[in-house]
Nanobody, 114 residues
Framework: QVQLVESGGGLVQPGGSLRLSCAAS????????MGWYRQTPGKQRELVTT???????DNADSVKGRFTVSRDNAKNTVYLQMNSLKPEDTAVYYC????????WGQGTRVTVSS
């Protein structure tokens, strides 16, 4: 049974940082490109950043230079380091494969507000 468990969200002031984690199980993690997605009320879930099996990364323009994705295949975990956070980064963040093959986890809420 596939499980994706996100953690690390919270309330942070503009300009602050957070590090999200996603623990994956139930599939061969190292064989898949992984991504972080985010969703705000009334909007479609959007792909924010991708890391390939080989470790190459790609970010959406909105987060370039601020967000860094990484993975630890030994721990079946993908991370998202978020710096210089802006109020528009407020969302529920999810991880999944890219494309998203598996059921979504519960996500982790990030709120950027003063």
């Amino acid at each position: 049974q596939v499980q994706l468990v996100e953690s690390g969200g919270g309330l942070v002031q503009p300009g602050g940082s957070l590090r999200l984690s996603c623990a994956a199980s139930g599939f061969i993690f190292s064989l898949y490109a992984m991504g972080w997605y985010r969703q705000t009320p009334g909007k479609q879930r959007e792909l924010v950043t991708t890391i390939t099996r080989g470790g190459s990364t790609d970010n959406a323009d909105s987060v370039k230079g601020r967000f860094t994705v990484s993975r630890d295949n030994a721990k079946n975990t993908v991370y998202l380091q978020m710096n210089s956070l802006k109020p528009e980064d407020t969302a529920v963040y999810y991880c999944n494969t890219v494309p998203s093959y598996f059921p979504w986890g519960q996500g982790t809420r990030v709120t950027v507000s003063s």
